[in-house]
């Protein structure tokens, strides 16, 4: 583009010099445009378009310039022209080339300052934002820092509160509380609970949390080629890093994990537990450890709950209540006690008898009836700590309360709270007060070796006592 405005101009200063034939080329006289005009682009352009320039105006007054004046102009053409152009142009081209020189050096050199200072300023700018970008990190780094500093302490006591309340037996809300307890404590925005189905062999959405409703694409995951499946079949924590050191790992990633750990149930891994979203200051050691602990803490509650949702799942169920059946808790029961006895722990067995079930029945209906019972053993279910397995027991009046880890004295204590719980609370139906009259009896595992039948036999005439 610039070679063409030098050609352009050469061009221009040939055709003035047409109308000044008498002194072609201008080497007569104190102005020559031929040689003021590479000087000029030399001070604005540098030296090498000052000297393509002066290149152009000696072949515009050489070369160009005299066809052009043996045509229009033939009385100023002599055939000497191109010696008398040399003789009289040398000193002036001369002054021209070194002009050319120093006007160029001059222009190049402040340029090429003014480009190092240019990048130089790129540089520092650059290096200001990168500043900047590493002193906001470290800013919210150092506030998470602080903040669990500062709430060790009352963490620690929430993790514990928040710890039991995994202890329940209804699968669902235990891992609601597993998702809340990390979204508390790891601040995951979006996170997942996998469990592994043998019969169909994949991993199926147990609960999630952090989706918007319908978000979520994907309800089972292959336990191949996933890294979901490869945390459950190696029983491995995954993390994001990983990915670096294990290119299998980058194969499977598909962005929806930054850190991702097996779920055990007992001895066995049960599930995955991912996070998809963190905020990047959480995402440290620390957090990562606290997962595992979260997750570890939370293994013998969710143990007992897919014990029991396993065994609700092919038990007889009220239809109202709910509960299984006392076929099933006989069942359960011999199973317990032979397990306790290679462990060497204590169980207890609760039964509890709402005395005045019938007349509450006749006076409001079953339905009601019912939904009273329902509502005693969920208030008996959190003073046991939701660690109480309830089934029905032989009569419809009647529930039974199998807790681990109860002594005799303990069941003794519990039951005590049990009738000061009942005895305390306003049961009301339909908004009016109902009177409540409970009985209990209870045995206890572990001081000397009983079968099913003698805990219920000792239970029962306890119950009857009660009665009396």
């Known amino acids: 583009m610039r070679s063409a405005e030098l050609v352009a101009f050469a061009i221009i200063i040939g055709a003035v010099n047409l109308f000044f034939h008498t002194n072609p080329g201008f080497v007569r006289g104190p102005f020559n445009p031929y040689l003021i005009l590479p000087i000029v682009v030399a001070a604005y352009y540098g030296k090498y378009y000052g000297f393509l320039s002066l290149g152009f105006s000696i072949a515009t007054a050489a070369g160009a310039l005299p066809p052009a004046l043996k045509l229009l102009h ?32 001059i222009r190049d050199t402040y340029t090429s300052r003014i480009d190092r200072l240019r990048e130089r300023l790129k540089t520092v700018s650059r290096e200001k934002g990168l500043m900047g970008r590493r002193l906001r990190g470290l800013d919210a780094v150092n506030r ?7 709430s060790q302490e ?17 699968l669902a809300k235990i891992l609601d509380a597993l998702l809340e307890t990390v979204q508390r404590f790891i601040g995951a925005e979006k996170a997942s609970v996998w469990e592994y189905r043998a019969d169909s062999r994949d991993l199926v959405l147990r609960a999630s949390v952090g989706w918007d409703p319908g978000g979520r694409a994907e309800t089972r995951l292959a336990v191949k080629d996933t890294i979901e499946g490869w945390v459950f079949r190696n029983n491995r ?8 050191q294990y290119s299998n790992l980058k194969g499977m990633d598909t962005g929806r994990n930054l850190l991702t750990v097996p779920v055990l149930g007992g001895d066995k891994v049960w599930g995955v537990l991912n996070i998809a979203e963190m905020p990047f200051a959480k995402y440290n050691a620390y957090s990562e450890k606290l997962l595992q602990m ?84 969920e208030r008996l279910g959190r003073l046991a700590h939701e660690r109480a397995r309830l089934f029905h027991y032989k009569s419809d009046n009647q529930v039974a309360f199998l807790i681990p880890h109860l002594d005799y004295d303990g069941a003794s204590l519990f039951c005590l709270e049990v009738l000061g719980a009942v005895n305390e609370e306003d049961w009301m139906i339909d908004d009016a007060p109902q009177p409540v009259e409970t009985a209990l009896g209870y045995a206890a595992f572990g001081e000397k070796p009983m079968n099913a039948d003698e805990m219920l036999e000792v239970a029962e005439n306890l119950l009857e006592m009660q009665k009396v």
């Open 74 to 105: 033939p009385e100023s053409w002599s055939p000497d022209y191109w010696s008398r152009l040399f003789e009289d142009g040398r000193i002036p081209l001369a002054i021209a080339i070194g002009g050319v020189y120093l006007f160029g050096i």
């Open 294 to 377: 979260i997750v570890t803490l939370a293994a013998p509650a969710l143990e007992k709950a897919v014990e029991y949702d396993a065994v609700v799942r092919q038990a007889d169920i009220h239809p109202i209540t709910g509960f299984p059946s006392f076929s099933h808790f006989y069942t359960v029961l011999q199973k317990e006690i032979q397990r306790m006895s290679v462990q060497k722990e204590t169980m207890s067995v609760i039964i509890v008898e709402l005395v005045n079930f019938e007349q509450i029945r006749g006076d409001h209906g079953e339905e009601k009836a019912y939904s009273l019972l329902v509502r005693i053993t």
């Open 144 to 150: 998470e820092l602080e903040e669990r500093i500062s």
């Open 237 to 244: 924590m995954f993390s994001i890093k990983l990915l670096v």
């Open 154 to 170: 009352d963490s620690i006591t929430a993790l514990y509160n928040r710890v039991q309340e995994l202890y329940s037996l209804d």
